[in-house]
């Protein structure tokens, strides 16, 4: 059916969710009121209002649920409704009940009359009112056609109060943003446009230049770093943490304190950043998140008379760190989530800046307040509209040989759970090729380093851009070899000496400097290294590649004595004929071991699979889930062992 009002809904709410400045991630909300005809073909009024944690830029008509005007009008004269009572009143007037849950500003848009409202949370409104004389500024920014309401949580009573306001051109909420109306769809967008860029010419007029120049060094590559690792260690959390350079201006102000102290009464920061951001430098690194978790835990203790029922504390630990020489550290458990992060922050800190430029006396809400909202069942709702986090959802793993065969396997597996990976190969057509099977499969977007993982430079280089990527390294999976074939009296020493380099110098140099990193970062981690049944049951005639993966197994012998005493864990897997995708068996190999084996190359997987106790023909799946045991925690009592995925080879037992 078709509905030109809500068309418009859409399509204006679309413009506005591009405008970062106007709203952010399911902030504000918009409406538009027209008729249907309903189940028994009656002609009924009904508001079409935004889900609530609904994305205005992505919105679709489904995205915004009918509800009957007429019963929503109705409540009108309740007196007073707890939230709970108003959700439960709003939700029984939805048109299809099972339609996604309304915004929590629903009634606000019902009790006025306009046929469009838009309400945002527009830095420049929000700007305009942080401070002690919001209703003054907003008076000389606006004039007197729009209404001042003192900071109250939405709900019913903000609602019925806004009502009163309808004479008024808008209305401007403190601390929160502005509410505009008109009959005519395009009027009423061009109207929030207008109330914004009146709000920023007019501060545009006051801004002073900030008395504090700028005071600091661009800190090195390798300053942050360090300051990443040492952080996630010190939070000691599996997630990213990533560098935002966007609020490098005010991060470098002498007076940033003041700034953030200005800037947390946003809805939006409130609900994914909590009460503050962390200020930290990296020489404060342990003190910044001891203060920060202690100022959080008496802020809990002092409110939590106000907690509601079923709800304990969401943690201490800081999400959004400003530093000085770099900008903001946002934390999250995957790319797009720190990317959210840093754009809310990117917005409130902003306000806040302009505040403190702007009006003598810079105001932020109370700790009750942030607290109600921090706790409020209303708006963690929206929270627990995500999917639940997958399993390795935060972890950082890198994949070596990850272009083809078991690599390919290993990192699809991972990705497949929710790990953030770097594939590293020397193919790049490979590389780009286990990239597209990452798309299709909607898994985090990998980092790619291609080169030749048994140049040091190569190695150093691939962790570094692990750090600049993820913040941190939780394991690596020595996967990359290449097969060596040929008997002792005829193997050049030129493969020889290439089998070594590739099969086992690379796993040192990827085993020292991961093991740095990890020492750095202070939280452990696992290697898990891909060597081969072939390491305790060699083959005749591949003696090059034998000898290189029973030089790995010691290898990673010796990581786990080293490593352990820091958490580091090390562990072997040995396959044995795994065939998809992989590159193993390609250049003369498989025709070279058939031979060996005495049958045609064709029947190759069939002997192998017939010649293992299981019968069974090993997959790169296989191998992929015992790597992720390895790497979780649920092996975290195991170290210096090694797992046979070969279907069972009597010869190749470990021992
Ligand atoms: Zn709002």
Not at 74 to 101: I, N
Not at 224 to 250: F, S, V
Not at 525 to 549: E, Q, T
Request: net charge negative; charged share 25%.
């Amino acid at each position: 059916m078709n509905y030109p009002d809500l068309e418009k809904l859409v399509t204006r709410s679309k413009l506005i969710g591009a405008d970062q400045s106007l709203v952010v991630y399911g902030g504000g909300n918009t409406s538009a009121k027209g008729e249907i005809t309903d189940y028994l073909g009656r002609n009924r009024s009904v508001l079409w209002v935004k889900g609530s944690g609904a994305d205005m830029a992505y919105g679709e008509a489904v995205d915004y649920p009918a509800l009957y005007l007429d019963e929503l009008s109705a409540l009108k004269s309740q007196g007073e409704l707890d939230d709970d009572t108003m959700v439960d009143f709003v939700t029984r007037a939805l048109v299809d009940p099972s339609a996604r849950r309304p915004s929590i500003e629903t009634l606000l848009h019902a009790f006025l009359p306009a046929r469009h409202i838009d309400h945002v949370h527009a830095d420049a409104i929000c700007a305009l009112t942080n401070h002690e004389d919001g209703a003054a500024a907003v008076r000389d920014a606006l004039g007197e056609g729009f209404a001042y309401v003192e900071w109250i949580r939405p709900g019913f009573k903000l609602s019925k109060l806004v009502s009163e306001l309808k004479e008024y051109q808008g209305v401007v909420l403190a601390h929160h943003g502005l509410i505009v109306w008109d009959d005519d769809s395009q009027k009423c967008y061009a109207k929030t446009l207008d109330a914004v860029d009146r709000a920023k010419e007019f501060l545009a007029t006051l801004k002073r230049k900030p008395q504090a120049q700028f005071a600091h060094q661009d800190l090195s590559k390798e300053q942050i770093r360090e300051l990443l690792l040492h952080l996630r260690g010190k939070i000691g959390k599996k997630q990213i943490l990533r560098i935002d350079t966007r609020l490098r201006q005010i991060s470098d102000r002498q007076d940033l304190d003041k700034v953030v102290a200005a800037g947390a009464a946003s809805a939006d920061h409130m609900l994914r950043i909590r009460p503050w951001s962390c200020i930290l430098t990296p020489e404060s690194v342990d003190v910044a998140v001891d203060s920060y978790r202690a100022r959080y835990e008496a802020y809990f203790e002092a409110n939590k008379n106000l907690l509601p029922e079923g709800y304990s504390s969401h943690g201490s630990d800081p999400k959004l760190f400003i530093t000085p020489g770099i900008g903001m550290i946002a934390a999250g458990a995957t790319i797009s989530e720190t990317k959210m992060m840093a754009d809310i922050a990117f917005h409130t800190h902003s306000v806040g800046s302009t505040v403190v430029d702007s009006f003598p006396k810079p105001r932020t809400l109370p700790d009750s307040e942030i607290f109600g909202f921090d706790y409020w069942p209303m708006e963690l709702y929206k929270l627990k509209l995500k999917p639940k986090a997958p399993q390795m959802s935060g972890n950082i793993f890198i994949v070596t040989g990850a272009g083809s065969g078991i690599g390919r396997g290993i990192a699809l597996h991972l990705g497949s759970l929710g790990a953030n990976l770097v594939l590293a190969d020397l193919d790049p057509k490979g590389l780009a090729q286990t990239e597209e099977e990452f798309a299709a499969g909607k898994f985090s977007k990998p980092l790619l380093v291609q080169g030749d993982q048994s140049d040091e430079n190569v190695v150093i280089e691939t962790l570094n851009r692990t750090i600049d990527n993820f913040g941190g390294l939780d394991g690596v999976v020595l996967n990359a070899g290449i097969g060596v074939p040929g008997p002792l009296e005829e193997l050049d020493s030129s493969q020889w000496r290439r089998g070594l380099e590739i099969n086992l110098t690379s796993s040192f140099l990827l085993t020292k400097h991961a093991m740095r990193m990890m020492r750095l970062q202070g939280m452990g981690g696992s290697l898990v290294y891909i060597a081969s049944k072939n390491a305790f049951a060699p083959g005749a005639g591949f003696g090059g590649y034998s000898v290189s993966k029973a030089g790995m197994i010691q290898l990673m012998r010796i990581a786990a004595l080293e490593g352990g005493s820091i958490g580091i864990r090390a562990n072997a897997l040995n396959p044995d004929a795994v065939f998809d995708n992989s590159k193993l068996w390609e250049g003369g190999i498989r025709e070279q071991r058939a031979k060996e084996h005495g049958v045609k190359p064709e029947e190759l997987e069939d002997f192998y699979a017939k010649r293992n106790i299981l019968k069974a023909r090993v997959r790169s799946l296989d191998v992929a889930r015992s790597v992720a045991h390895l790497l979780s925690d649920e092996s975290s009592r195991t170290t210096g062992a090694v797992i046979p995925v070969d279907g069972g080879v009597a010869a190749g037992f470990p021992r």
